[in-house]
Structure formats: C-alpha cells, structure tokens
C-alpha cells in the first residue's frame, strides 16, 4: 500500500500534520508512506522515520505530477487543499485511487474574521485531519505531534555562551507578519521579567530587531537569530526550559516537545485551530496545564485576518501593545 500526504507549507502546518503521518506508519505498517511538499521545508521531515520517500514540489508542476504517476499511489491524504494540491490530487486519481481532504472550514472562518460570529469547533486542526483519514480507519493516538532533528544539525552547550549552561528560556521573536510578533519594546519587558538566561530564537530575517533586544543586558540575552539553521534551532528549543513564542512554527516544534510555552496571540486567534497541541488539548474544556494562550480578549477587531498582514488595519496594533504580561510570572516560577 502506498499513501501520499500533501502538505506544501509552512514550518507549523507541517509540523501539525505529523500525527498523521505516525498514526498511519503504525497502524498500517506495510503501508509506504510518502509526502508532498516544498524544498524549504525539507529539513522538517528528512529524519523522520515513519515516512518511505519526501517528494520536494519545484517550479515545474506537471514534472511533479509525472513523476508521482510513475509510483501509483493507493490513497491521497490532501492537508494543504488548495488548487494547486488538488490538481495533484485529481491527476493522480484513478480507479484504484483514493483521495481524501480534510475540510479548512473557510465558510466559519470568514464569519469569524468578517462579523466576529465565531462557529469554530473547539478542537485543534491535527484533530481535522484525522477526520480525513475516518475511511482508512486511522484514529488518533493522542501523543502529540513529532519532530525529530538529524544529528548533523543537533547543538551542544559549546554553540551557546557559557552564561547559558544551566539552563535559558527561548523567547520565539520571529514571525511570518508582523501582525504576529510582539514588538520589540515588549520583548524587552518580558526579558526583564525572565528570571534565567534568554536565547533569542528567530531566522536572519529578525537579526536586527533581536541585536536590538539583546541588547538590553548581553550576558543574559543571547542572540541566536540567523546563526542556526530550522534544526538547529528546533534542538536549541527542546533544551530551553520555556519558551515564549509568538504565533509561529517554532511554537509548534516547542509543543512536539512537550515544552511549557507561553503562546503570544497578535491579529490572529487560537480558535482558529493552529494553537500548540500536545495530543490532547483543545481550549475551552481540556487547556493544557503547561500552556498559557496570551491575548487581549477586549478588542471587537480580533481577529482581524486568518494569517495576517504587514501592519495593523486600524493602526493601534493594540492586540500586541496591550498584552498583559502578569500571568507568565507565574508560569516563570512554576516550571522555571
């Protein structure tokens, strides 16, 4: 049996289907299993063990297309479902075949987003996709999501300042829009609300704003961002003993993890499903005691996009400015 998953993009939603791809390795162990996504997100998949073979998308779509024709695959496990998946989908369907999708729920997210009515299931987006899976008879082992790190990209202790040894707490600066990260001038306040060593943890996009944090106090903030590659900086997460993130596919790795984090919520919202799950947790009846979800729950204009823009539509940025940081004390003592 062969099976294709697709999923194109990015970091975090890659991350989120990872279950999948266990569930199905374990529970149908002579199946081959397979994924469809772009070369940039490569390293996310390329040590884990349940996967047979990555095929990487380039420019040349109907090249991809051949080439997986070449295979014939059993089932199509659609995750990204877009236009250019289902194209994949459709050419590759046939007799002996099967495709499924899972459903993006795009009617009750622009109803969100749009009027504010908010009819999202209080469960994570992993828990979607495996209702995709409902006809293979896959269910959902409730152990979280994976992330597993080649060891030629695994750190020690000598790749970060000695000051760090003993433990740090990574605070996540990045973000694929702006909407999404907390600003600088609050990054500095919770910096001096850490009580250990801080790594900041970002790509080389978020150098500057992090030279700029870091340098508050430069013995106890380490700046990481663009010296570490995505799984360099996934095992430099898995080390820290907390982490603050902003909503981005660091947070996701920290949540494969286990890790206690402090999630920090922008324009967007955890109800729409992409919060850190740890196999068990939704929102409203079974929060994980190791997750604090940071919003300010008093603005009629969140949410105010389902990804995000490059600048505030009202131009207050208040969903950030305003975030209360009195909770993550607590948090700080209890697992610091």
């Given at each position: 049996m062969k099976i294709l998953i697709i999923r194109f993009s990015s970091i975090g939603d890659i991350v989120l289907t990872t279950p999948i791809i266990r569930c199905l390795k374990q529970q149908r162990p002579e199946a081959e299993i397979h994924y469809l996504t772009k070369k940039a997100f490569e390293p996310i998949l390329m040590a884990n063990p349940y996967l047979h073979h990555i095929h990487l998308l380039n420019d040349n779509l109907d090249a991809t297309i051949e080439n997986?024709?070449?295979?014939?695959?059993?089932?199509?496990?659609?995750?990204?479902?877009?236009?250019?998946?289902?194209?994949?989908?459709?050419?590759?369907?046939?007799?002996r075949t099967k495709a499924y999708a899972f459903s993006k729920l795009n009617v009750q997210k622009w109803l969100y987003v749009n009027l504010k009515i908010n009819l999202m299931p209080d469960k994570s987006i992993v828990e979607r996709y495996f209702e995709a899976l409902k006809p293979l008879g896959i269910h959902n082992d409730g152990q979280g999501l994976d992330y597993f790190i080649p060891n030629q990209d695994t750190t020690d202790h000598k790749d970060i300042p000695m000051s760090h040894w003993a433990g740090y707490v990574g605070f996540v600066i990045g973000g694929s829009f702006a909407t999404k990260k907390l600003p600088v001038?609050?990054?500095?306040?919770?910096?001096?609300?850490?009580?250990?060593?801080?790594?900041?943890?970002?790509?080389?996009?978020?150098?500057?704003?992090?030279?700029?944090?870091?340098?508050?106090?430069?013995?106890?903030?380490?700046?990481?961002?663009?010296?570490?590659?995505?799984?360099?900086?996934?095992h430099l997460v898995q080390h820290a003993k907390l982490i603050v993130s902003n909503d981005t596919g660091l947070m996701h790795i920290a949540a494969a993890y286990k890790k206690p984090i402090v999630a920090l919520w922008g324009n967007t919202t955890p109800e729409?499903?992409?919060?850190?799950?740890?196999?068990?947790?939704?929102?409203?009846?079974?929060?994980?005691?190791?997750?604090?979800?940071?919003?300010?729950?008093?603005?009629?204009?969140?949410?105010c996009s389902k990804i995000g823009f490059n600048k505030c539509p009202k131009n207050h940025f208040k969903c950030m400015n305003l975030l209360q940081f009195s909770e993550i004390s607590i948090l700080f003592k209890k697992f610091i």
């Open positions: 997986l024709k070449k295979i014939g695959f059993d089932y199509i496990i659609d995750l990204h479902k877009n236009l250019r998946s289902a194209r994949v989908k459709n050419a590759l369907r046939s007799k001038a609050r990054w500095k306040e919770l910096c001096a609300l850490s009580p250990i060593p801080i790594i900041l943890l970002g790509g080389a996009e978020d150098r500057e704003e992090a030279q700029e944090i870091a340098a508050l106090d430069p013995i106890k903030i380490y700046n990481s961002c663009g010296k570490f590659n995505l799984n360099e900086s996934a729409m499903g992409m919060f850190p799950y740890y196999g068990y947790n939704n929102l409203k009846t079974n929060l994980a005691p190791n997750l604090l979800l940071l919003e300010n729950k008093n603005l009629n204009c969140r949410p």
